[in-house]
T-cell receptor, first 114, second 109 residues
Framework: EAGVTQSPTHLIKTRGQQVTLRCSPI?????VYWYQQALGLGLQFLLW???????NRGNFPPRFSGRQFPNYSSELNVNALELEDSALYLC?????????????FGPGTRLTVT | DAKTTQPPSMDCAEGRAANLPCNHS???????VYWYRQIHSQGPQYIIH???NNETNEMASLIITEDRKSSTLILPHATLRDTAVYYC??????????FGKGTLLTVNP
């Protein structure tokens, strides 16, 4: 069974630019979660999508947005990039089965903003 | 956010069992304990979870005390590839994972 996939693996952007990160969940999983992990810091929850709807959002500015497609894949968009947006962006998926923290993560996209 | 207490680091010899403790004294009756690990620069990996009973899967065993205030993750035969930061978390009403500092397990040859 294929795991969660993310693209691209690495990305270098300049301040002020926009970026789109992509995630494909495990087959059959309807929930997709996005996290930011800056170097040396913990996991910061960004967004949760389920069945195409945004279900929950972390404490991030509106320039972080995303969407989930009918096939449950997802995109994370970051506008007006700032230097502090440099981080590992992780996507996870799960079956939405009540209250569950059983999430499966992809390898991440390492974004560097210069 | 729910708080757990884990030792910052532990060492284990390759081939031996690694026993990683976690205190979660504020856990409530319907909250599961989850364990994840993160190998350097990779995405976190789900290991196991449990509510009251001990659990075992192909990766590890989870022992939860009767009062549910603490648990121990057991890697029965640690390998060098098990070197990682291990996180214990609990929760039941929210879907965002929040990791504490975790335990850096170093498996030595």
């Amino acid at each position: 069974e294929a795991g969660v996939t993310q693209s691209p693996t690495h990305l270098i952007k300049t301040r002020g630019q926009q970026v789109t990160l992509r995630c494909s969940p495990i087959s059959g999983h309807t929930s997709v979660y996005w996290y930011q992990q800056a170097l040396g810091l913990g996991l910061q929850f960004l967004l949760w999508y389920d069945e195409g709807e945004e279900r929950n959002r972390g404490n991030f500015p509106p320039r972080f947005s995303g969407r989930q497609f009918p096939n449950y894949s997802s995109e994370l968009n970051v506008n007006a990039l700032e230097l502090e947006d440099s981080a590992l962006y992780l996507c996870a998926s799960s079956l939405f089965v009540g209250s569950s923290y059983e999430q499966y993560f992809g390898p991440g996209t390492r974004l560097t903003v210069t | 956010d729910a708080k757990t207490t884990q030792p910052p680091s532990m060492d284990c010899a390759e081939g031996r069992a690694a026993n990683l403790p976690c205190n979660h004294s504020t856990i409530s009756g319907n909250e599961y304990v989850y364990w994840y690990r993160q190998i350097h620069s990779q995405g976190p990996q789900y290991i196991i979870h449990g509510l009251k009973n001990n659990e075992t899967n192909e990766m590890a065993s989870l022992i939860i005390t009767e009062d549910r205030k603490s648990s121990t993750l057991i890697l029965p035969h640690a390998t060098l590839r098990d070197t990682a930061v291990y996180y214990c978390i609990f929760g039941g009403s929210n879907y965002k994972l929040t990791f504490g500092k975790g335990t850096l397990l170093t498996v030595n040859p």
